[in-house]
């Protein structure tokens, strides 16, 4: 019963006007929450005030700014001064893409050597919220102050991923709810549903996006820091066989899986000599994670070949 009564709300506010619907709501500022429609306050209405930062109130972003009340409690209100959240956090950060960085603990402190002119909230305890205020992801504070997130790892519209599109594209009204879960592929991902109007708003804009912009689709996968690291790495920890005499090259092949870690080591072209092969394999088995970045859900092991050269000690090559 209660997703019926949940279905014919969204129904009257998916087709009902703009500013009114025929009930008399005034649409533009209630927010729909499970079954009940709430209205919302001006923030003229309370004792909250716009949060102050060097040059002022606080602006607007995302169609949200911040408030703060009596206690020094941060919320949001929306672009036209409404409360969407009232004020129950420590600290909070402008609204970015559709989310906010929160925290409900912590305490100011002073950037060190600006004597009292720049502080910051250091907190251990901050995480994320959608625009209608629900957790998406926990973030950490690490010990310079800098903050790191757990993020999502992509976005699904309508259980689909869309190349292009993002949720700064989506208009906050048309999302009817967010699910955090994992996708087939074992990705962390935010799973937004739209009204069936916006959803293909969204597919309009996302293919246009698409066209007039140059996208890399394929993934990032890469030894830390470059190949010129790896090169280093490589003359830091080969181990020429005693008394070896020559030059040669061996090659390898190798698999990164998409957690960055190496296996699958196997000689592709091989040297006579059976102590350079098996140098050689060592070398694969003490590969470093690789760091990988995809930019698509689906997720695949990448493959590659090292040519790895030994060379006498006393080589000329070896001679600095």
């Given at each position: 019963?209660?997703?019926y ?6 129904f009257?506010?998916?087709f009902?006007g703009c500013?009114?619907?025929e009930?008399g709501?005034?649409?533009a500022?209630t927010?729909l929450?499970?079954p ?5 306050k001006?923030?003229s ?8 930062i060097?040059n002022?109130?606080d ?6 700014y911040?408030?703060?009340d009596?206690?020094?409690k941060v919320g949001?209100?929306n ?6 959240m009232e004020?129950?956090f420590a600290?909070?950060?402008?609204y970015?893409?559709?989310?906010a960085k929160?925290?409900e603990k912590g305490v100011?402190k002073?950037v ?12 251990d ?6 625009m209608s205020g629900d957790?998406?992801?926990s973030a950490m ?7 790191k997130a757990d993020?999502?790892?992509?976005v699904?519209?309508n259980?689909e ?5 993002g949720i700064?594209?989506v208009c906050p009204d048309s ?8 996708d087939?592929y074992?990705?962390k991902?935010a799973?937004v ?12 804009q ?5 066209e007039?912009?140059?996208?890399e ?13 790896m090169?280093?790495w490589?003359?830091e920890?080969?181990?020429?066989p005693?008394?070896y ?6 090659i390898?092949?190798?698999m ?5 870690k ?8 091989g ?9 050689a ?6 590969l470093?994670?690789f760091?990988?970045?995809?930019c698509?859900?689906?997720k695949?092991p ?7 050269l030994f ?6 090559h070896n001679?600095e």
């Amino acid at each position: 019963m209660r997703r019926y009564i949940e279905i014919f709300l969204l129904f009257i506010l998916c087709f009902a006007g703009c500013k009114t619907n025929e009930i008399g709501l005034d649409t533009a500022n209630t927010t729909l929450i499970g079954p009940e429609t709430i209205m919302l306050k001006h923030i003229s209405q309370t004792d909250f005030k716009p949060f102050q930062i060097d040059n002022g109130d606080d602006y607007v972003s995302c169609d949200r700014y911040r408030i703060i009340d009596t206690k020094g409690k941060v919320g949001f209100a929306n672009g036209e001064g409404y409360v969407v959240m009232e004020p129950k956090f420590a600290f909070a950060f402008p609204y970015e893409k559709g989310m906010a960085k929160v925290t409900e603990k912590g305490v100011l402190k002073e950037v060190k050597r600006s004597d009292g002119e720049y502080n910051y909230w250091d907190s251990d305890d901050w995480f994320y919220i959608n625009m209608s205020g629900d957790w998406l992801s926990s973030a950490m504070n690490s010990s310079d102050g800098v903050q790191k997130a757990d993020n999502i790892d992509f976005v699904y519209f309508n259980n689909e991923w869309i190349i292009g599109a993002g949720i700064n594209m989506v208009c906050p009204d048309s999302i009817t709810n967010i699910e955090i879960k994992n996708d087939e592929y074992g990705n962390k991902c935010a799973f937004v549903s739209l009204t069936s109007s916006a959803f293909e708003s969204l597919k309009s804009q996302a293919e246009k996006f698409y066209e007039d912009a140059w996208i890399e689709l394929g993934p990032f996968c890469e030894f830390p820091g470059g190949m010129a690291n790896m090169m280093k790495w490589q003359k830091e920890n080969i181990r020429i066989p005693e008394g070896y005499k020559g030059r040669e090259r061996v090659i390898v092949y190798f698999m990164v899986q998409p957690d960055g870690k190496v296996c699958n080591g196997k000689i592709i072209k091989g040297s006579k000599n059976e102590e350079l092969n098996s140098e050689a394999l060592r070398l694969v088995e003490s590969l470093p994670r690789f760091d990988v970045m995809y930019c698509t859900p689906q997720k695949e092991p990448q493959h590659f070949t090292w040519p790895i050269l030994f060379e006498e000690k006393d080589s000329l090559h070896n001679k600095e």
